[in-house]
């Protein structure tokens, strides 16, 4: 549980209001909400397969510095700024959050639209190929213009989507690329919020019930790639298991409508030594005495897919790396390659100064390293999917991600950090049908991009919703038995719950398969009082033990720590006072069977929204903003570099 506003429910601000600017700094548009008129279709093919450069594709990355404008966000009708240049004057940096990269807090509140904009050359060698933009993420909704057509939209700011532009733009040609960006939360989106209109400013006010900085904008890589033009691999699905001493993949490829070539498989080990073969749409693959991915000690196989033309010439290639492991939940173990697995480790967050949540390469390595420095064997990937390359990189470090949708806020009860009186939280005028259709499409496209990373062993598919109010297992059963379905290698499927959803209240537990609690008792209740926080923590993890016989993982425990601030008393916001929090917290743990992991809120200190009681973010991290460690971290490290032992 972390301090949130309560919000109200409110219905959205009329479509006619205009924001006055008093900035000039600031360029201001009027967008179109409706969509322009094209004579192409606005669903292109979408593919799933995270772009790659090979003998048969090309791939350029399209980050930089882009022309940049805030819209005027509710004007559909005088303004049409994706059929000119852009106002000279701002540019942003792609990838990153534009948010605290001008020096301009009309830009930093900014509520709705912005624009960045860039000019683009398809190469000649594209000719004779489809060619697409991808997008890695634009948050929360994009909209994609080539010159003055509409291409593609999408809604969900944490999941790539693409766009085929081969039929707009020839090879030779260039083009201008734009991009609308809404940062606009409502009680139907994946994460939920509400706008606001400031009774005496006139200004837009963005509310939101999650307890981090509603950073916006292009945060990830965009790309041009082609891919052979008639013929080419759109998806693959890999299923690893063990048998014995061998591993075993089970496979299913998709290719483009045109294909008539044979698909071919070869599976190559990290020597490039060819160890298995097959060909095939789908099947299965024996690699005789496989080396398994295993947590800290990762190995990765190459799964190459190709297509060869009835004459024996390769059409097209795609090399997806993949690791054989297994993942099954007992009572109460989660086992990894059949040997129990107890995850320590944090909740983190992308995150960090300037750039907001622009993955950056550098933090990635430094937060590993650091990881590996404190003993960490995994992390939950709060409150949304990573970049793919964080995946990618555990994937090659043997670090364990639980990994989670951006259904965080989904609980109108959290106010100030306790309970309150007020609406339901599942009802028509709150968290409702559409809310629902939006987490479902949540779910599919964190599956479909994250399916076949080893390091992924567990889906969690909200964080602290209101699980203890009525409607809520109306709302979660589909949305449990959607993500069941849509992963065929069966990973355990869980969601995140909130301290008032107790053993005795909460009415979903039932539906998942590991228990991740999120608990503060001695900091949000019994306030540093750390006899009383264990006596009460103690109680509730026996109680859900008793309830259900299932793995526990605590997902979140700790609290907020001023780097610097000491007292020989062990004061609340010192680092003396978290460094006994954790300690009482792990005496528990090892006393309850049922607890499999501890991940500790937060890794790094971040940002959240503008509040009295957030001076410069959130503060429950073991590591400052820009990485130092407090000294939780020292203590952490010797508990966990010599492994948890169980009492």
Known sequence: MKLQHLLPILSLIPSSFSIPSSNTHARTLNPRQSLPPSNQSTTPLTIQLKPQSSRTRDLICLDGLWSFALGDSNDTSTSTPWTTNLPKGLECPVPASYNDIFVDRSIHDHVGWVYYQRTVTVPRGFQGQRYFLRFESATHEGKVYVNEDFVKGHVGGYTPFEADITHLVSPGESFRLTVGVNNVLTHETIPPGNVTVNEYTGRKVQEYQHDFYNYAGLARSVWLYSVPGEQFVKDVTVIPDVQGEDGIVRYTVETSSGTTGSIRISIRDEERIEVATASGRNGTITIPSAHLWQPGAAYLYDFVVSIVSPDNNLVDTYTLPIGIRTIRVTDRQVLINEEPFYFTGFGKHEDSTIRGKGHDTAYLVHDFQLLNWVGANSFRTSHYPYAEEVLEYADRQGIVIIDETPAVGLAFSLGGGVAQEGSATFSPEGINNNTQKAH?????????????????????????????????????????????????????????????????????????????????????????????????????????????????????????????????????????????FLDAYHAVFDRVESVVGEHVWAFADFQTNLEIYRVDGNKKGVFTRDRKPKAAAHKLRERWSTGVEKN
Request: charged share 25%; net charge negative.
């Open 440 to 580: 479902a499409d949540a779910i599919r496209e964190l599956i479909a991009r994250d399916k076949n990373h080893p390091s992924v062993v567990m889906w969690s598919i909200a964080n602290e919703p209101a699980s203890n109010e009525d409607g809520a297992r109306g709302y979660f059963a589909p949305l449990a038995q959607l993500a069941r379905e849509l992963d065929p290698a069966g990973r355990p499927v869980s969601f995140a719950n909130v301290g008032q959803a107790t053993y005795e209240t909460d009415k979903i537990s039932d539906l998942f398969d590991v228990l991740l609690l999120n608990r503060y008792f001695g900091w949000y209740s019994f306030i540093g009082d750390l006899e009383a926080a264990s006596a009460a923590l103690e109680g509730e993890l026996r109680g859900w033990e008793r309830k259900y016989t299932k793995p526990i993982i605590i997902s979140e425990y700790g609290a907020d720590t001023y780097p610097g601030l000491h007292s020989v008393l062990g004061l609340p916001w010192t680092e003396e006072f978290q460094v006994e």
